[in-house]
């Protein structure tokens, strides 16, 4: 196929007095092309402008040069992006669009773009009339044109934001204005005025970053220097060529560059004008300046060996959809906890994107529990600082073994198997900052001295330290603090499990690489939200470590077959697939899984016939030996711990043993129990966790066993047991049990309710971030007090209720898992029995409560209005309104409960194969609300709006029930802030249950703008 020839123009700058000068260089450029197009066999020609076409934007200096440019456009393709100059600031007036372009992080809409750009217009106009390539995508700030099978061009208008008076560094570009690339052409271009060096500095790095993923050749404009013309790397991928102005008085070269691909290579030329004619000054080769060997950071070479080792993830984990992962695909930045806050309550997050910012001038360690990404996250810091410009080194501890031993010259040799033809001479003559990361620190040996003596070596050559060592390492007085090893120029940080807003991340991040998720964002959310709830519920209560390492063998299990390969349940399998990989990394073969799969389900049930957490070796011997004896078999103990303790099923502290995970543990005590039912002994242990469901480890071992069994004793115990909870208490129905609200409220005007529209992602962010704060303060508390048998001497009847709602959740939760389970294998009225009673025990809970509410409503009320005037010692003239307000409190209290009851069953029941179920057990037309509003609950945590008109319906059969109207009107606000949905489907659910609907981006312009009044 021919090759294109594409010209550059950049800053033209036409105006009155120099418009005759322009127009005749325009003449000639179009004369060169036609002799270059003589010489070269070339199949088009692409003329690309760079911006500043015009002096001040207007359209009396476009006019100027129309005629030439519309000659270019008639035998040329002409593709155009805008420079400061063509910015007409004459047409701002007032400070409307200074303060809507200095507010940071302001959504770029359509209203805000009319605004800060209104100065361009006859820049636009003038480009509609002279481009001559078809958009085939666009954004705001940014136009593709795709110009054949293997070439596409990208145009950014980084004007947008000029002012007359601009400065480096003070320019922004939304990424999401970008376009992403999502095609393998050979020639991806993009061009824009100003140079990225004119970004704001986190902007720019994240542009570059963004350029560089995406395109292979970057052209801008803008600099009116001697020798502007650059043409330069930062990746090895991506050509970066900053083009010399086409017309300014003030620089001696002036033209334009060419540059045309000939024999799998790019040849860039710079041509000057010499009065007459343009002369080909300077020409480069892509070859020339990207080494396919090799990648450059601030002068030197790294090797690939070393990028590559950086890059790549090291786990072995693969994605269905993607050939090879590495690092950028599925990274994300965990959560810290500086260890010197000395904070003795909750837990202070940080982002260890953070680290370099907030501890700038201090060495930092980084201490975390296994697979909780050190060695990751450290290689991920490292790829940071080289990207920034940064000269970094990455150490592991386990090569550098002894630290008497690791000298400057052994140093200086390690550091040569990064970068090439590296000296230290070499690198101490430049004043860049240098970093070196030190994986696994624990794992030199040395004493203190040593240990020192190579901090103090490193320091030599390195104006920063990071590294890493294992939970175990003592971080602090007695090992790294005060006159420890690691003394106080270090920072001590923690690595914290994923909370639930970075296990969204890493989620959203993995369902990214889908097609079908990259193509709607709407698909990402409903997946991302079904493979966050599976991760939850199979992480449970703490079950499994929330590390990076356990959820993306999850995902990576989710988006196989291997499910349908094992004899267990759905959740079951998760928990079965990671014991197979831990035993499997640990050397096991597969045909002796089944030994050691047996080996530790009985040994699951010698601890939990000890009732002890812990064994000693002794005790294990003997186990080991009744093992050999009923099995006859010749385990021998100690090989068989030690291979244990590698595949992290237990874990030894001074001669005792644990199990490591307590998955683990409850899988295999689950198992020995489903595998031995029919034995008296069990189905009395299994019959004394239903009767005792309210003590947590009761409660763990039988989430457990409905993963393995669905036999018709656990089943029927469990919702037999559910039954007598609440049993004297009907159903809530959320109708006639909640009218006594009506007659508390009829003199309360509720307020309007408001829905301001807004990034989805964002709210689930920031609602995760609410949870893990939430969580944060529930750890501190002791996790079994809730427990009965912590409560046995506080009988009462409040803690009896409280008892027995502890107890009704717990039901459903276990029942909710079984139907989740085995709604394919079980019959339809088992399975009716089980969903019903997933339902009606939290119902009889709401009504418990509503039944003490509406029996002594008025005392609660009095006690209410006591309380407000003690606290906030209200006038007597005030007693109105505090009758309003307390009111309103109690309304709200009811209002909230249901909702969250109503929630709790969704959660637990919530799978798009049990609705046809819940439809079928509820089948007749005299539904209760209760009952309409959990169906719609399950519909909705799907990210499924179902029909707009039975909600209407709905909601017009609930107004004259505030209770039950007001948790619709809660279910519809919380489904549209958390998942995607057409703006017309949001306008209209909101007008069919009166929510006031406000575009968040006109209400954001809105305050903005009422600033400048």
């Not at 100065?119 to 795709?146: H, P």
């Not at 860039?268 to 070859?287: A, M, P, Q, T, Y």
């Not at 066993?705 to 809530?732: A, E």
């Amino acid at each position: 196929m021919d090759s294109e020839l594409f010209v550059v123009i950049s800053d033209i700058h036409a105006r009155e007095n120099n418009c005759e000068e322009v127009n005749n260089r325009l003449t000639e450029l179009k004369e060169w092309i036609k002799r270059k197009c003589i010489r070269g066999d070339y199949g088009s020609v692409v003329i690309l402008v760079a911006g500043d076409i015009a002096f001040s934007g207007s359209s009396e200096e476009y006019d100027l040069v129309f005629s030439s440019f519309k000659s270019l456009s008639e035998d040329f393709k002409i593709i155009l992006t805008p420079g400061n100059h063509d910015h007409d600031f004459s047409k701002y007036s007032g400070k409307a669009r200074e303060t809507l372009i200095s507010v940071k992080g302001i959504p770029l809409d359509e209203s805000v773009y009319q605004i800060v750009t209104a100065g361009q217009q006859d820049y636009f106009d003038f480009d509609s009339k002279i481009c001559n390539v078809e958009v085939s995508c666009s954004t705001l700030l940014s136009k593709e044109f795709t110009l054949s099978n293997n070439l596409s061009i990208q145009t950014i208008n980084t004007a947008w934001c000029s002012q007359i008076h601009e400065k480096g560094g003070e320019l922004t570009i939304p990424v999401e204005q970008l376009i992403e690339s999502t095609d393998e052409k050979d020639i991806k271009v993009v061009f824009f005025h100003h140079p990225l060096s004119w970004l704001e500095p986190n902007n720019h790095k994240e542009v570059r970053n963004f350029m560089n993923s995406n395109r292979n050749i970057i052209i801008s404009g803008h600099e009116h220097i001697e020798n502007s013309f650059k043409v330069e790397t930062d990746n090895n991928k991506t050509l970066i060529v900053e083009t010399c102005s086409f017309h300014d008085p003030n620089v001696g070269d002036n033209g334009f560059v060419s540059f045309s691909i000939e024999n799998e290579d790019i040849l860039i030329e710079k041509h000057v004008w010499d009065g007459e004619l343009f002369n080909c000054l300077e020409s480069k080769r892509r070859s020339d300046i990207i080494d396919s060997g090799s990648m450059y950071f601030n002068g030197f070479k790294v090797k690939d060996s070393y990028y590559e080792m950086l890059v790549d993830v090291g786990t072995g984990f693969s994605h269905p959809e993607k050939d090879e992962l590495n690092i950028n695909d599925i990274f994300i930045y965990q959560n810290v906890k500086n260890l010197d806050s000395h904070s003795a309550t909750t837990i202070k997050r940080e982002s260890s994107q953070d680290i370099f910012s907030k501890y700038p001038e201090s060495n930092i360690a980084l201490s975390g529990e296994e697979s909780t990404g050190k060695t990751t996250l450290l290689k991920k810091l490292c790829l940071d600082t080289l990207s920034d410009g940064k000269f970094s080194v990455f150490l592991d501890g386990s090569e550098v073994k002894r630290a008497d031993r690791f000298r400057d010259n052994k140093l200086e040799e390690y550091i040569g198997t990064q970068y090439e033809e590296f000296s230290f001479d070499k690198l101490l003559s430049t004043n860049q900052e240098r970093y070196v990361f030190i994986d696994n620190f624990n794992l030199i040996r040395g004493d203190e001295k040593s240990l020192l003596k190579l901090i103090s070596t490193l320091e030599k050559y390195f104006t920063k330290l990071i590294l890493t060592v294992s939970d175990s390492y003592t971080l602090n007085h007695d090992k790294i603090k005060g006159d420890g090893i690691l003394n106080d120029s270090f920072t001590k940080l923690e690595i914290l499990k994923l909370g639930h807003a970075s296990r969204w991340e890493l989620i959203s991040k993995w369902n990214n690489l889908k097609n079908e998720c990259r193509e709607s964002t709407q698909e990402l959310i409903v997946k991302t939200d079904h493979a966050n709830k599976e991760i939850s519920r199979v992480i449970g209560k703490n079950y499994i470590p929330s590390t990076p390492f356990f959820l993306l063998t999850m995902l990576q299990s989710m988006d196989t077959s291997i499910s349908a390969e094992l004899n267990t349940s759905s959740y079951g399998h998760y928990y079965h697939y990671l014991i197979t990989c831990s035993l499997g990394l640990a050397g096991v073969k597969k045909d002796k899984l089944d030994g050691i799969f047996t080996y530790i389900t009985e040994l699951s049930y010698f601890f939990y016939e000890s009732e002890d957490k812990e064994l000693s070796r002794d005790e294990l011997w003997n186990f080991n030996s009744k093992i050999n004896d009923e099995y006859t078999l010749k385990i021998d103990c100690d090989a068989r711990l030690t291979q244990l303790v590698s595949a992290k099923i237990i874990k030894e502290n001074n001669g005792y043993y644990s199990f490591r995970y307590p998955y683990v543990y409850y899988y295999f005590l689950s198992k020995y129990l489903s595998d031995n039912l029919s034995d008296d002994g069990v189905q009395n242990i299994v019959s004394n966790l239903i009767s005792g469901l309210d003590k947590r480890k009761n409660m763990n071992t039988l989430m457990f066993l409905t993963h393995h069994s669905k036999d018709n004793r656990i089943l029927d115990g469990i919702v037999g047991h559910s039954k007598t909870i609440l049993s004297d208490c009907n159903t809530s129905q959320l109708d006639e049990d909640v009218l006594f609200i009506n007659n508390i409220i009829d003199e309360l005007n509720l307020e309007e309710f408001v829905f301001v529209d807004g990034s989805v992602q964002e709210n689930r962010i920031n609602a995760a971030k609410e949870q893990e704060e939430y969580e944060d303060i529930q750890d501190d508390h002791d996790e079994d007090s809730y427990d009965s048998e912590n409560n046995e001497n506080t009988k009462s009847p409040l803690n009896d209720l409280l008892r027995d709602f502890n107890l009704a959740f717990k039901s459903v939760d276990l029942i909710g898992q079984l139907t989740r389970n085995y709604h394919e294998s079980l019959k339809t009225e088992p399975k009716i029995n089980l969903i019903t009673e997933a339902i009606e025990a939290p119902l009889r809970a709401l009504e418990a409560i509503l039944k003490i509410m509406r029996e002594d409503h008025e005392t609660l009320l009095d006690m209410l209005k006591k309380r407000i005037q003690e606290e906030f010692d209200v006038p007597e003239k005030s007693k109105g309104e505090i009758d309003l307000i307390a009111r309103q409190l109690v309304f709200n209290m009811v209002r909230v409960v249901s909702f969250a009851i109503i929630k709790k069953i969704s959660s637990a029941i919530g799978s798009r194969d049990l609705i046809p179920l819940i439809e079928k057990a509820y089948c007749n037309e005299n539904k209760s609300n209760a009952v309409r509003l959990v169906e719609l609950s399950v519909q909705l945590d799907l990210g499924n709006l179902g029909s707009i008109e039975k909600i209407k319906k709905m909601s017009k059969d609930f107004q004259v029930n505030s209770v039950s109207g007001n948790i619709l009107r809660d279910l519809i606000a919380e489904y549209l802030y958390m998942f995607e949905d057409s703006e017309r489907n949001r306008k209209a659910v909101c007008s069919a249950v009166q929510i006031n609907y406000i575009p968040m981006q006109s209400n954001q312009q809105k305050k903005l703008l009422s600033k400048t009044s």
